[in-house]
Structures are given as structure tokens and as C-alpha cells.
């Protein structure tokens, strides 16, 4: 997973932590909404990296079939 997502989902805990503690209704609920947004965050980075590592792992493969195999002697 990437630091990126890792720290997303942290902020998301942090925020939940915070709904939990809050006192006023308004604050819980404006703290559940930031934990929801840092979760898309971090879902969305998640999908980033995976798709990044598909178009690396295509490249690669593509690159591999167009190299010339050597012959052994």
C-alpha cells in the first residue's frame, strides 16, 4: 500500500476517534464526514497505485515480447 493511502486512512481513524469523543452532535457529525472523505481519499490512491502497477506490469510484458530472443549456442 502507499504512504499516501496509509496516511489517508490514519487521518480517517484520527477523525473517527474524534467523532467518538465529541461532546456536540454538530461536531460529531463534522468529524464523521472528514473521516468518510479521508476513506475516499485513501480508497481512491489505493486504486491509483493499483492501476499504476498494472500499466507498469503491461509495460513490461510488452517490452519483453518485442525483445528478440538469443539464440543458444
Known sequence: ???QAEFFRTQA???????QA????NVR?????SAEAW???AERAE???????????MKAAAAAASMPVMAAE
Open 22 to 25: 465529541a461532546a456536540l452532535a
Open 1 to 3: 500500500m502507499s504512504n
Open 47 to 57: 486504486r491509483h497505485e493499483q492501476s499504476r502497477e498494472q500499466t507498469e506490469r
Open 29 to 33: 457529525e463534522r468529524c464523521l464526514r
Open 39 to 41: 476513506t475516499q481519499m
Open 13 to 19: 481513524r484520527a477523525m473517527e476517534a474524534q467523532a
